[in-house]
């Protein structure tokens, strides 16, 4: 079945600097890709949409010049938290559609980010 | 936004059948009824979907009321693993899925 991948599973870094997250569908090829952030005990908030060769569409009110995406493959979509501060800390989920599939789409094992 | 309405919290005894419903009364006729769980600090994981039939896989049933304007996912024999947050979510195919609150699951021993 379709894998998503994400990477790294746990990042902590300091205030002020910047963070990458990468999300790699390992088995298939995903034109779009969709990042989701969580905070503790709240549900999935969809971010942005990742569009393959062209730029991501973000939902009202996330800040695009701090969540850059960049979805320059067929199987590799990042984010990058530019400029962390300690209220970015928080759960990061990428999710992806498989070729053909109806299953709606394949969610990655998320990325726990702490900035400290 | 979520177009969805589940009760945030159920218990269910180990062995038993969880029914957990989902009000989705906006639903237009091309959107699909999702079902997913999020197990603490995991990725959501797919369940069952449908459009208006029930349907039923290895994992569980959806049960689609005929105005399809409500379902509920049936796991017939609750087991600890079970216990997670599930998601409906009513998304045309192809579109972004946006999540309400879910139903937070615990299987009693």
């Known amino acids: 079945g379709a894998v998503v991948s994400q990477h790294p599973s746990r990042v902590i870094c300091k205030s002020g600097t910047s963070v990458k997250i990468e999300c790699r569908s390992l088995?298939?090829?995903?034109?779009?890709m969709f990042w989701y952030r969580q905070f503790p005990k709240q549900s999935l908030m969809l971010m942005a949409t990742?569009?393959?060769?062209?730029?991501?569409?973000?939902e009202q009110g996330v800040e695009k010049d701090k969540f850059l995406i960049n979805h320059a493959s067929l199987t590799l979509s990042t984010l990058t938290v530019t400029s962390a501060h300690p209220e970015d800390s928080s759960f990061y989920i990428c999710?992806?559609?498989?070729?053909?599939?109806?299953?709606?789409?394949?969610f990655g094992s998320g990325t726990r980010l702490t900035v400290v | 936004d979520a177009k969805t309405t589940q009760p945030p919290s159920m218990d269910c005894a180990e062995g038993r059948a969880a029914n957990l419903p989902c009000n989705h009364s906006?639903?237009?006729?091309?959107?699909?009824v999702y079902w997913y769980r999020q197990i603490h600090s995991q990725g959501p994981q797919y369940i069952i979907h449908?459009?208006?039939n029930n349907e039923t896989n290895e994992m569980a049933s959806l049960i689609i009321t005929e105005d399809r304007k409500s379902s509920t996912l049936i796991l017939p024999h609750a087991t600890l693993r079970d216990t997670a947050v599930y998601y409906c979510?009513?998304?045309?195919?192809?579109?972004?899925?946006?999540f309400g609150t879910g139903t937070s699951l615990t299987v009693i021993p």
């Open positions: 999710s992806a559609r498989g070729p053909g599939s109806t299953h709606g789409y394949t």
């Open positions: 088995d298939f090829q995903a034109t779009t």
């Open positions: 990742s569009n393959e060769g062209s730029k991501a569409t973000y």
């Open positions: 906006t639903i237009s006729g091309n959107e699909y």
């Open positions: 449908g459009l208006k």
């Open positions: 979510i009513v998304t045309n195919t192809g579109n972004q899925f946006y």
